[in-house]
């Protein structure tokens, strides 16, 4: 179970979403109602996964990403939000958001998300995962800024990181938009296996979560 924080504006929706959490196991550090407080508790109790309002009464959701990342490069982003309009969806997760659901969703597809967020999958509500695939392929299909062509994470002896070929098979998968789960089935692995997959290749290419994987594959064309 996860240490979870529950950033929202509205007291009533905030002590809700933390009451099912907690009765689902969870362990509710801190909750806020503002953006800049949250990434100050946030840097104090240190949660797993943050489950965060896009809109706020002090700054956007957004800028509580960036400035959760800062503090806390690891911890993972929920986004739990009344609107799925296109734009703030594309830039919670250019930000750093794990995951983006709505909150008509069910409380069952809830706390499922939170789980998968833990575990460092990207959650998004139906419709939603197509969309930012479809602009990470866009972006990956511009013409590169100031970096050299090709151009990506090194190891510290300059070497360009070396995946093995299951690591690889796994990261064409993450970039098909996959769940740990699908490519378990697809490929006879356990859950578990999947994963630590992914968090080795994570560490080789220097990349933070999921998000950042597909963005890399896409990039590389992985996703044909």
């Known amino acids: 179970m996860a240490r979870v924080m529950v950033v929202d504006d509205h007291p009533m929706w905030r002590e809700g979403v933390a009451r099912d959490l907690t009765e689902a196991g969870h362990q509710v550090v801190a909750t806020s ?3 800049r407080q949250a990434v100050r508790v946030a ?3 240190r949660p797993d996964v943050v489950v965060l309002d896009l809109q706020l009464p002090d700054i956007s959701g957004v800028e509580v990403i ?3 990342r800062a ?3 690891e911890v ?6 009344a609107s799925g309009e296109a ?3 594309l830039d919670a997760v250019k930000a750093g958001a794990t995951g983006y659901l709505v909150k008509s969703a069910a409380p069952a597809e809830f706390l499922d998300a939170v789980r998968r967020t833990a575990a460092g999958e990207p959650v998004f509500t139906p ?5 930012v695939l479809g602009e990470y392929r866009r972006l990956a299909a511009e013409p590169a800024g100031a970096a050299p062509a ?3 994470p090194r190891s510290r002896d300059g070497a360009a990181p070396r995946l093995t070929d299951r690591e690889t098979e796994v990261l064409r998968l993450v970039a098909k938009g996959m769940s740990y789960k699908q490519i378990a089935e697809r490929l006879g692995l356990s859950h578990r296996t999947v994963q630590n997959h992914v968090q080795n290749t994570l560490g080789k290419l220097q990349l933070h979560n999921r998000v950042e994987l597909t963005r890399y594959a896409i990039e590389r064309g992985l996703d044909d």
């Open 150 to 152: 090709g151009a990506g």
């Open 127 to 131: 419709g939603l995962a197509g969309l």
């Open 33 to 35: 109602g503002e953006g």
């Open 71 to 73: 503090a806390l490069p």
């Open 76 to 81: 993972r982003v929920l986004m739990l939000s």
């Open 87 to 89: 734009q703030g969806v």
């Open 66 to 68: 960036r400035g959760l």
């Open 43 to 45: 840097a104090a109790t």
